[in-house]
């Protein structure tokens, strides 16, 4: 445990292996079996569809779950409850990104590379843009990852955090919901 602890690419790796384990779980049909079940679970669907919603590698997942649940449950409350679910999901993905991740990343670029990366996010109209791309990442079914990030690199408040991914999931969750339900 030590080792691992000490290891300075830990964060790196376990990123890397929860992509090789979706993968490998995607085409596993007892895998499938249980994500379907899910849809009717009915509000706990909809919470567990929301912290799914957040990752690029589930997002698929959670709108076959959000799909099943429109049939019967409102859109609404599939999207409210759904959003505290992702932002749950998505304040996992912040600390994982903001502590560590970045960290590592940092580690592996250049000395140049660093310096171009914190000129451009210190440009003003980069600062008032990232809060604004990242919240319309978050609210689309895309790798809620990279809005995250932009967040991160926005220097929000946490509560401004939890707020703007509420509103955001919320809102993409219920117009997934709903799109679902027209067709």
Same mark, same amino acid.
């Given at each position: 445990?030590?080792?691992?602890?000490?290891?300075?690419?830990?964060?790196?790796?376990f990123?890397i292996?929860?992509?090789? $384990? *979706?993968?490998?779980l995607?085409?596993?049909? &007892?895998?499938?079996?249980?994500?379907? +079940?899910?849809?009717?679970l009915? !509000? @706990?669907?909809?919470?567990?569809?929301?912290?799914l919603y957040v990752?690029?590698l589930?997002?698929g997942?959670?709108v076959?779950?959000?799909?099943g $649940? *429109?049939?019967?449950?409102?859109?609404?409350m &599939?999207g409210?409850?759904?959003?505290l +679910?992702?932002?749950l999901?998505? !304040? @996992?993905?912040?600390?994982f990104?903001?502590d560590d991740?970045?960290?590592?990343?940092g580690?592996?670029?250049?000395?140049?590379e660093?310096?171009? $990366?914190?000129?451009l996010?210190?440009?003003?109209?980069?600062?008032r843009?990232?809060?604004?791309?990242g919240?319309?990442i978050?609210? @689309?079914?895309?790798?809620?990852e990279?809005?995250?990030?932009?967040l991160?690199?926005?220097n929000l408040?946490?509560?401004?955090?939890?707020?703007?991914?509420?509103v955001?999931?919320?809102?993409?969750i219920?117009?997934?919901?709903?799109?679902?339900?027209i067709f």
């Amino acid at each position: 445990m030590r080792f691992w602890m000490k290891w300075h690419h830990r964060h790196l790796v376990f990123f890397i292996s929860g992509l090789v $384990l *979706a993968i490998i779980l995607a085409g596993n049909p &007892i895998f499938r079996s249980l994500i379907s +079940g899910l849809g009717t679970l009915g !509000y @706990l669907g909809a919470f567990i569809a929301g912290l799914l919603y957040v990752s690029s590698l589930t997002v698929g997942t959670s709108v076959v779950i959000i799909s099943g $649940l *429109a049939q019967d449950l409102s859109p609404i409350m &599939i999207g409210l409850i759904g959003g505290l +679910g992702g932002t749950l999901g998505d !304040y @996992l993905i912040y600390k994982f990104v903001k502590d560590d991740l970045t960290r590592e990343i940092g580690e592996m670029l250049t000395l140049n590379e660093k310096e171009l $990366l914190k000129k451009l996010v210190e440009i003003n109209l980069v600062k008032r843009l990232l809060p604004i791309v990242g919240t319309i990442i978050i609210a @689309l079914p895309l790798p809620n990852e990279i809005g995250v990030t932009c967040l991160g690199l926005s220097n929000l408040s946490q509560k401004q955090f939890f707020l703007i991914s509420f509103v955001a999931n919320a809102v993409g969750i219920t117009l997934v919901a709903s799109v679902v339900r027209i067709f």
